[in-house]
């Protein structure tokens, strides 16, 4: 399918059965692709489910609308962190969850059986129970894995960042210090390049028993070099002192190589258990969106039945039909449903023509079709 014209967004409306529900399929077919086919059509097919009172099937339409809502949630969160997990290849979210037009299909058409004979709570709570579930466990695997990601990242920052504040685990060696002596210490000193002239000149008298020649360039980023002086401990307090005054910033840093070890390990144990983590994380997210998404499917197709049903009344009698609208015609396409439609509502007629506000309806919160109609937006599923 040529991306740029379809919509990642399918609608999926009902029409009552004409003579035949297969009419009802025909004529809508022929409407949308008489004028260059204005969208992707297929069946979609529900069973017919017990129907129980009108009253019932009122509060059934009411809880169902939260529940599309609630899964419809759960989905957008595992597809959200997903993209999140994979981070440098957002593109590849999509191909990682799914979702065309097709899949939709064979994925209601392996699971409806389950609802083939009733309509009441059972499947809701059923529906509901299984996402909740998900939604919990997207909690707690997420929480594991960006404490991980988090702890990893912060242990980067420490290996990034100025020299004044970042780790010297990788740039500092034994051989830079002069260690275990009672009178002498080794300082690191951060020295702006552009004061490094006057560093050389100064360092040797910026206090007394400074130990001539005893300073090296040990690392440079772009804009200091990072410098070790040696000089009697005595004279620490004021070399830092008259050193402040020049721009050279002494480093607080005790040589201590058990503790960089330490670190080092950490980084190293912390990036292993990233690797380990995220191959189980990624297929678990793909199967979880799996089934949520097929919740959702379910949850619209209950919704079309219900709503058919109070809609268009008894016996059941009604096509549900999945579109995939493309792109650049979706407002002909509307106006065709519209023609199509207009019949078996005379209130919609008044609602489309109305240039004035009609007290209590509002269009955009809720739009109104003289048919059923209910979106399956996939664009949500979409990351840049």
């Known amino acids: ?66 529940l599309d809502a609630f899964v419809e949630s759960v ?33 209601w058409q392996a699971e409806h059986k389950f609802y083939s004979s009733f309509l009441d709570t059972t499947p809701f709570l059923f529906i509901f129970k299984g996402v909740n579930q998900i939604d919990n466990d997207l909690k707690a695997r997420a929480s594991a894995y960006n404490n991980l990601k988090g702890n990893l990242q912060n242990l980067e920052r420490k290996n990034a960042g100025s020299l004044l504040t970042r780790s010297l685990a990788d740039i500092v060696k034994k051989e830079d210090f002069v260690l275990d002596s009672e009178y002498l210490v080794t300082l690191l000193v951060i020295v702006p390049k552009l004061n490094y002239n006057d560093w050389v000149k100064q360092y040797e008298t910026l206090a007394e028993m400074v130990v001539p020649r005893s300073s090296n360039v040990l690392f440079e980023d772009q804009d200091s070099y990072l410098c070790n002086v040696t000089l009697f401990r005595k004279a620490v307090d004021d070399f830092k002192h008259k050193a402040r005054e020049y721009k050279f910033m002494v480093r607080d840093f005790q040589y201590n190589e058990e503790e960089m070890k330490a670190d080092k390990e950490e980084m190293n144990r912390l990036s292993t258990d990233k690797k380990k983590q995220f191959g189980p994380l990624v297929r678990w997210l793909k199967v979880n969106f799996s089934e949520a998404f097929i919740a959702w499917i379910h949850v619209k197709a209950l919704r079309v039945f219900v709503e058919s049903v109070l809609r268009y009344g008894l016996p059941v009698n009604f096509q549900a039909m999945l579109l995939q609208p493309n792109k650049k015609t979706m407002k002909k396409l509307r106006e065709v449903l519209y023609d199509l439609y207009k019949h078996l509502d005379s209130s919609a007629a008044a609602i489309i023509d109305a240039t004035m506000d009609i007290p209590g309806l509002n269009l955009s919160q809720q739009e109104y079709y003289p048919y059923v109609y209910y979106k399956i937006d996939c664009n949500l599923l979409e990351f840049k």
């Not at 022929?30 to 004028?35: G, M, P, Q, S, V």
């Not at 260059?36 to 009172?53: E, H, Q, Y």
């Not at 290849?89 to 994925?107: F, I, M, T, Y």
């Open 1 to 66: 399918q040529d991306k740029g014209t379809k919509m990642t967004e399918f609608w999926l409306i009902s029409a009552p059965g004409e003579k035949t529900c297969q009419q009802t399929w025909e004529k809508l077919h022929a409407a949308t692709t008489k004028h260059n086919n204005l969208s992707t059509n297929s069946k979609f097919n529900i069973p017919d489910l017990k129907v129980g009172t009108l009253d019932v099937l009122v509060g059934l339409s009411d809880e169902l609308a939260k």
């Open 75 to 107: 989905v957008k969160k595992v597809a959200q962190y997903m993209a999140d997990v994979l981070e440098d290849s957002k593109d590849k979210v999509q191909e990682n969850l799914l979702a065309n037009g097709g899949l939709l299909q064979q994925q």
